[in-house]
């Protein structure tokens, strides 16, 4: 493919220890950023599911009316 667009082969030394040592850093640092992902994601879940937790507790509970009974409506923020 690189040398249908380009015209020439792409040359790769495959033996340069530059170049092994560059991958393999590479290589421990993309492990340590997946382990940074996991840890914060397990932390978010943790989080979350605290504010879930401490939103529901102030939430008014369903309120049951039946048919016939009198209701109070506040219309103050309602727009007539």
């Known amino acids: 493919m690189f040398y249908i667009n380009y015209s020439y082969y792409l040359r790769i030394n495959k033996n340069s220890k530059e170049e092994r ?3 393999e850093k590479v290589r421990i640092s993309a492990e340590k950023i997946i382990k940074l992902y996991k ?3 397990i932390e978010l879940n943790k989080i979350l599911k605290r504010i ?3 939103v529901n507790k102030k939430r008014f509970k369903e309120l049951d009316f039946k048919e016939g009974e009198i209701v109070y409506i506040n ?3 309602i727009k007539i």
């Open 21 to 23: 040592l560059v991958v």
């Open 39 to 41: 840890i914060l994601k």
């Open 52 to 54: 879930i937790k401490i």
């Open 75 to 77: 219309i103050k923020n």
